[in-house]
T-cell receptor, first 114, second 118 residues
Framework: EADIYQTPRYLVIGTGKKITLECSQTMGHDKMYWYQQDPGMELHLIHY???????EKGDLSSESTVSRIRTEHFPLTLESARPSHTSQYLC?????????????FGAGSRLTVL | AQSVTQLDSQVPVFEEAPVELRCNYSSSVSVYLFWYVQYPNQGLQLLLK??????LVKGINGFEAEFNKSQTSFHLRKPSVHISDTAEYFCAVSGGGLSSGSARQLTFGSGTQLTVLP
């Protein structure tokens, strides 16, 4: 059973459009993450959050932005999509008390920008 | 800094044969090690993890992995694979102990595509 939900699963849009990828988790996890995944490549962390109103950029530079107004919700926004943003975006969460960084992942949002 | 190398990008194997997916890491501190699996059109799910203690770790679906500190390896094995094991497998490392407070320190390998042939 998935406890972390991502919508949309697939999105095809034109250049210049604003898009928001939604991510919600029902586990009460305090930490949430966005990863970018391209075929044959490792996952790259682009955003993470330690809790409400706490967000930081990850290792891979990204033009996207995130917000964390509620514990369970961590949306990612691209103000003006470009073909270079075409990728799969994975949302994940973890519980700070676990001490071992075990992530629970959503099913992913595959974005194609034409 | 830490890094993870998955030595094989693709591993084809026949059904019921054994398989080993190789993972080497580099880190200057003690580590936690993980294997995640990603089935087609799905997110990643945890297969197994090494935190401390026994170096042989058993996970779900009959997989196991052995932590070898001297060789800095954490290879994944299964004695007999099934068609349903076809998926991408990711090795990951994070700093252990006090640095383990968040997956902010988690580093993934580039993945190994396991394809089980009938």
């Amino acid at each position: 059973e998935a406890d972390i939900y991502q919508t949309p699963r697939y999105l095809v849009i034109g250049t210049g459009k604003k898009i928001t990828l939604e991510c919600s988790q029902t586990m009460g996890h305090d930490k949430m993450y966005w990863y970018q995944q391209d075929p044959g490549m490792e996952l790259h962390l682009i955003h993470y959050s330690y809790g409400v109103n706490s967000t930081e950029k990850g290792d891979l530079s990204s033009e996207s932005t995130v917000s964390r107004i509620r514990t369970e919700h961590f949306p990612l926004t691209l103000e003006s999509a470009r073909p270079s943003h075409t990728s799969q975006y994975l949302c994940a969460s973890s519980w700070g008390g676990s001490g071992a960084n075990v992530l629970t992942f959503g099913a992913g949002s595959r974005l194609t920008v034409l | 800094a830490q890094s993870v190398t998955q030595l094989d990008s693709q591993v084809p194997v026949f059904e019921e044969a054994p398989v080993e997916l190789r993972c080497n890491y580099s880190s200057s501190v003690s580590v936690y090690l993980f294997w995640y699996v990603q089935y087609p059109n799905q997110g990643l799910q945890l297969l197994l993890k090494y935190l401390s203690g026994s170096t042989l770790v058993k996970g779900i679906n009959g997989f196991e992995a052995e932590f070898n500190k001297s060789q800095t390896s954490f290879h994944l094995r299964k004695p007999s694979v099934h068609i349903s094991d076809t998926a991408e497998y990711f090795c990951a490392v994070s700093g252990g102990g006090l640095s383990s407070g968040s997956a902010r320190q988690l580093t993934f390998g580039s993945g190994t595509q396991l394809t089980v042939l009938p």
